[in-house]
């Protein structure tokens, strides 16, 4: 009898509509998902407490009029950093939507649901234009609650790189578009445009998961160049490249300039280093080489999974040329991000240009994660392909009560961190975002806004003055001081270049303390005002000049394409 994948046409346009099906039972496998946070409470994983109170932070800067946040209001404890110029924007712009429109304790579980349900859909879309469409509806579905989608939920809680994986099959997609693997693509300027969104959103969601997404389509688009002989498939995918980065340029220029302005060297201390975190790798510190154990099995699941389905598909001897070219892609990002999870990778990890800043090689079980959904659905195309379908899920079942034991749930997380900005306490800022000259364990936690110092720093005793503080938000603030003699204002806030710091409305280089960066604006006796704004910088305005430009190429493109077609 013949158990070969039924005959189906790779890309047929399907309606809006046929997307109802498969977005209910994401949604329903989304909140199956999160269902333990209504017992045992949020999922207080590794990255909770970066994620929540930047969210709480962009709502809170929202509403002083900032749409747009660069510096933090309430880390350091109320003395700021530049984490917003480092981190990309979408998810915390997204999590800040949702604490302004739901209870604190709501928000987690609603962005999971979210991310994970549109994760789901991203996947099917994929999945469509290569298989038939009961093997994409599985494939998709385990996708949604493949073991990386479980440990971002229950361990890492790293919201940002899930809404990236969330985008990641998209990104496949349109590579695949771009390097001629699908049959009745689009045209070439419509694949560079779509292609060149896609990217960019992966690097507005996490910069980890953008350097291993921009190696991955490197090494999809050099390898059809080369098996194809295309000299066109390598030039557009260059192109496209080009213009990914420049719709993205408003957030890259910012955070490749300003490095040397913050201790982003800190990305890389013990502990972070990815001859730390390469599978299986035990170090003296405990509690890390659980951690790395617990990721280590998740991604070595995926890898099983994506060998034996993969084999077990046929795939590979498809009649169809464009089907055996696009599984073979497939099959070589997966070996290459294998091979990048192993100790003996090390070499690549130190020559290859920012892949150390990914810091753990097993996070290359995101792009795993999207092929073994692929080899899956596969496999599921054949003659009672649905039993690999029903045992893979059966296995992730205790795979995640073991994830579930091995977190930490706190029923008063959200409420907590909300709670450090109602009290005026803030919270602890990061070590590769303190600006330079600083160490932010050294900051004192009750500051006052601004408090006055002698003018000379061997004088104990401070001088007489009066301070009214006239506007203090997180990008302006307004100082007016009567002093009966010269004097210091120390301003609870960090120097950095950006800050604009006027007294009496002449420009002036602040001073700061001895033992950590806080700013100090000396003043004279009498009355005097003190001016810090927040400004944009050069390389902002460069930054935003470049996407703006590229946006308008982008709209250009689509508008070509369309009319093409």
Request: proline share 6%; net charge neutral; with cysteine.
């Amino acid at each position: 009898m013949n158990d070969s994948s039924p005959s189906f046409p790779l890309n047929p346009p399907f309606p809006v509509r046929d997307l109802l099906l498969p977005l209910c039972l994401f949604l329903v496998l989304s909140i199956l998902v999160v269902l333990p946070f209504f017992w045992l409470g949020t999922a207080s994983g590794h990255d909770f407490e970066f994620h929540a109170p930047s969210w709480l932070d962009v709502a809170y800067q929202w509403k002083q009029g900032v749409l747009f946040p660069r510096w933090t209001a309430w880390t350091n404890h109320g003395f700021g950093e530049p984490r917003f110029i480092f981190y990309p924007p979408l998810s915390w712009l997204l999590g800040a939507a949702l604490t302004l429109v739901l209870p604190d304790s709501a928000v987690p579980i609603v962005f999971i649901v979210l991310v994970q349900t549109f994760a789901g859909l991203s996947a099917y879309i994929l999945l469509r234009r290569l298989v038939i469409p009961r093997a994409a509806l599985l494939g998709a579905a385990f996708y949604v609650v493949n073991p990386n989608a479980l440990l971002l939920t229950y361990i890492r809680s790293d919201f940002a790189e899930q809404l990236a994986c969330a985008f990641l099959p998209l990104l496949l997609l349109v590579t695949l578009r771009l390097c001629d693997q699908l049959e009745g693509s689009p045209s070439h300027a419509s694949s560079a445009a779509s292609f060149s969104l896609w990217f960019a959103a992966i690097w507005l969601c996490n910069a980890p998961a953008a350097v291993i997404s921009s190696y991955s389509v490197c090494c999809l688009i050099a390898w059809a160049a080369i098996s194809q002989r295309s000299l066109r498939i390598a030039a557009q995918g260059a192109a496209a490249l080009i213009l990914g980065f420049g719709l993205a340029a408003f957030y890259v220029i910012p955070a490749a300039y300003e490095q040397h302005w913050v201790n982003i060297g800190q990305a890389l201390a013990s502990g972070l280093l990815p001859s730390q975190n390469f599978l299986f790798t035990s170090i003296a510190d405990a509690e890390h080489t659980w951690f790395n154990w617990i990721a280590s099995i998740c991604t070595l699941s995926l890898i099983l999974l994506l060998m034996l389905a993969a084999l077990a598909s046929r795939r590979f001897s498809s009649e169809n040329a464009n089907s055996r070219r696009a599984a073979l892609s497939l099959l070589l990002l997966g070996a290459s991000a294998t091979i990048l999870t192993m100790h003996w990778s090390a070499p690549l990890w130190k020559l290859l240009p920012k892949l150390r800043f990914v810091q753990f090689p097993w996070r290359w079980i995101s792009v795993l994660s999207v092929l073994a959904s692929c080899s899956l659905a596969f496999v599921v195309e054949k003659r009672r392909g649905w039993i690999w379908f029903a045992v893979v899920l059966l296995l992730t079942v205790p795979l995640a009560q073991f994830l579930i034991v091995n977190t930490w749930w706190d029923q008063d997380e959200m409420p907590t961190q909300r709670d450090a900005i109602v009290s005026g306490h803030g919270f602890d800022g990061t070590d590769e975002y303190d600006p330079v000259g600083d160490d932010h364990l050294d900051l004192p936690l009750d500051a006052p806004l601004a408090k006055v110092l002698p003018a000379d720093s061997a004088n104990t005793s401070n001088p007489r003055a009066e301070i009214r503080i006239d506007c203090w938000t997180s990008e302006q603030k307004w100082i007016h001081v009567v002093t009966q003699s010269d004097a210091r204002i120390a301003l609870r806030v960090l120097n950095y270049p950006a800050w604009r710091v006027e007294l009496n409305g002449q420009p002036i280089h602040p001073e700061r303390m001895d033992d950590v960066n806080q700013m100090v604006v000396p003043v004279t006796s009498g009355a005097s005002e003190i001016r810090v704004v927040f400004t944009r910088t050069l390389d902002r305005k460069i930054g935003n000049a470049v996407s703006a430009l590229s946006a308008l190429f982008l709209g250009c493109l689509f508008w070509q394409g369309k009319r093409r077609t």
